[in-house]
């Protein structure tokens, strides 16, 4: 179950460096970003992928800052799309049969289905 609704926390000092880590994260799978967020601070979203459980989750890299503005850091806080995502989507206003949404990604010439089918929930990333 996700605390407080997010499922991991990562703070990473302005070196990069992980200085707190609550639940499965994969720092060295968001090292870049984090590098990114240091050199031009802003909000940047982390597109979904597994966790170092195997569960699929999409998270949001933040600058840490000073009340004057100075740069302390970047903090990651990762969402279990299973626990939020997936049921938003799933969900429908009426009852149907045959009615579904999805979230895909096309990567190069295939479509890759982000949320799982209705019919093959397996099939996800």
């Known amino acids: 179950m996700a605390v407080r609704g997010w499922s991991a926390l990562a703070v990473f000092d302005t070196r990069g460096e992980p200085i707190l880590v609550l639940g499965p994260t994969n720092n060295a799978a968001h090292a870049q970003a984090v590098w990114d967020v240091l050199a031009h601070?802003?909000?940047l979203p982390v597109d979904l992928h597994h966790?170092?459980?195997?569960?699929?989750e999409y998270g949001l890299l933040t600058p840490v800052t000073q009340p004057d503005g100075r740069l302390l850091?970047?903090?990651y806080l990762s969402w279990l799309v299973e626990e939020t995502l997936y049921p938003l989507i799933s969900a429908w206003p009426v009852p149907t049969e045959t009615a579904e949404t999805f979230i895909v990604r096309r990567e190069g010439e295939e479509l890759l289905y982000?949320?799982?089918?209705?019919?093959?929930?397996?099939?996800?990333?």
Do not use: F, K, M
Request: aromatic share 0%; no cysteine; glycine share 8%.
């Open 41 to 43: 601070p802003r909000l």
């Open 51 to 56: 966790n170092p459980d195997g569960r699929i």
């Open 73 to 75: 850091g970047v903090a």
């Open 114 to 125: 982000l949320t799982p089918l209705r019919h093959e929930p397996a099939a996800t990333l």
